[in-house]
């Protein structure tokens, strides 16, 4: 495994090619994506779903409603009281009834908008997190609907989202229901970054470097296919490693923690084959990260922006081109919110930068997989742009899912501010709707085989 012919070190970016693109511009938003209006029904193409309007949903719910509102009035203002107390409990009851009904108001009636192709074809494109560690969670509950809506077609894991094992498979219960199949989320490299624990029935991993200096990329493999049931058990279908970044000890994020496989990229390829290989071997697709190499930053891209440009060099490309050629090619691959002025001379993270998502990964390397962005929410984004800004350039430079994490500046109409962001850039030539179908057939084929053989 370890001698396989693979492209060198030095050429990769170098030549024809990676000169900036011209900005891509497109006519008015075709005919093709129609808005769905009045109480008809459609199918769309993108989901297969039928699309109802809110009133044929939402009458029977209000009026049981209504009724329920009604009798506990009626009972409130009956109930020998003070004639004020009375009227408290009366508005006690009809603040109640508003709680109870709406929820977030806007988001759950948006819920049940009849929605167009375009809509339901941003949604399979998002993968969103939420607040909450249990079922009873408001935030779950309403990303749980938005799934089952086709309003979001992925969620993800956090720390703050694990709680006990019941917890846990409440939660993974909720967002499967509806036959919608998402994608199902969470960091599991080993070491530091292990969101669950030998309490729920998963064991510890070793760190990255640890599982090099100690196993053999066979037994890695072993190590990783054992993992990998443990995940799919639990109902997760993705998991966010194998981390490809080449080892710098002094680097915070990645180097301290043990998270790299090694400094000779051959050796790095070798043991993210045997990750993504294990994993896929029960059925959990993975996502290489984080490209286009976070491994000599000297800073968090959690906490900053990052800007790599002194000390990047191009053999951080090679553990991604040696994997890209191998039999367990990653479903997907992150980028990084990595500044890098030799490929983005204006200064774009890589996450929203066509030369380094479009030209370097995909037409230079020849992935033809999926593109995930890291989380548009850390602070690397959000100290340079607007989340807004954050989405469509990210779709523009052509990563094809869109993790937001939704914590900071807690938004529960996101997915519809999503879809009018992207409605928006089309009518201004910023994307294409070609984009988004192209994305949407990478995502199809990443979700086919993360539900393949599943209930």
Not at 89 to 103: H, I, P, S, T, Y
Not at 107 to 128: H, I, K, Q, S, T
Request: charged fraction near 20%; aromatic fraction near 6%; hydrophobic fraction near 40%.
């Amino acid at each position: 495994m370890m001698s396989r012919s693979s492209p060198g070190r030095m050429g990769i970016i170098s030549g024809r090619g990676m000169s900036r693109p011209s900005p891509r511009r497109s006519s008015a938003t075709s005919t093709a994506i129609a808005t769905e209006e009045g109480h008809r029904e459609s199918t769309s193409p993108y989901t297969g779903a039928r699309l109802r309007s809110s009133g044929l949903i939402m009458a029977p719910r209000i009026a049981t409603a209504l009724k329920q509102l009604r009798k506990t009035t009626n009972r409130a203002i009956s109930a020998p009281r003070t004639s004020l107390r009375r009227l408290w409990r009366a508005v006690r009851a009809v603040r109640g009834f508003g709680r109870g009904m709406l929820g977030y108001p806007a988001a759950w009636f948006g819920l049940f908008r009849p929605r167009d192709e375009l809509a339901a074809a941003v949604a399979e494109l998002l993968v969103v997190g939420f607040y909450g560690a249990n079922a009873r969670s408001l935030s779950a509950r309403l990303l749980a609907r938005q799934v089952q809506r086709g309003q979001v077609g992925g969620v993800f894991f956090v720390n703050q989202n694990i709680g006990t094992i019941d917890e846990l498979a409440d939660l993974i219960r909720l967002f499967r229901a509806g036959g919608n199949q998402p994608l199902i989320a969470i960091d599991h490299e080993g070491g530091v970054v292990q969101r669950l624990t030998p309490a729920h029935g998963v064991r510890r991993l070793p760190a990255a470097r640890t599982v090099a200096e100690t196993l053999s990329p066979t037994a890695a493999r072993q190590l990783y296919a054992k993992a990998g049931r443990e995940l799919a058990a639990l109902g997760f279908n993705i998991n966010l490693g194998p981390v490809l970044d080449v080892d710098d000890p002094e680097n915070p994020v990645i180097g301290r923690p043990k998270r790299s496989y090694g400094t000779d990229p051959e050796r790095i390829a070798a043991y993210a084959e045997s990750f993504a290989g294990g994993f896929a071997s029960a059925g959990i697709l993975c996502a290489a990260k984080h490209f286009p190499g976070h491994g000599r930053s000297t800073s968090d891209s959690h906490s900053g922006v990052v800007d790599i440009s002194a000390r990047w060099t191009e053999a951080e490309l090679e553990p991604f081109s040696r994997l890209f050629v191998s039999p367990d090619v990653p479903a997907i691959v992150m980028t990084g919110h990595l500044c890098l002025e030799r490929l983005a001379p204006d200064g774009r993270p890589a996450t929203v930068s066509a030369p380094i998502v479009t030209d370097l990964l995909r037409q230079k390397l020849g992935y033809r997989g999926g593109v995930m962005t890291d989380d548009v929410d850390m602070d690397a984004i959000r100290h340079l742009m607007s989340r807004e800004e954050a989405v469509v350039q990210a779709l523009a430079a052509g990563n094809d899912l869109i993790m937001i994490k939704n914590l900071f500046g807690y938004d529960p109409l996101l997915p519809e501010r999503v879809v009018r962001w992207v409605r928006k850039a089309i009518a201004r030539g910023v994307l294409t709707e070609a984009q988004i179908t192209a994305a949407v057939a990478r995502v199809r084929a990443i979700r086919r085989q993360a539900w393949q053989d599943r209930a």
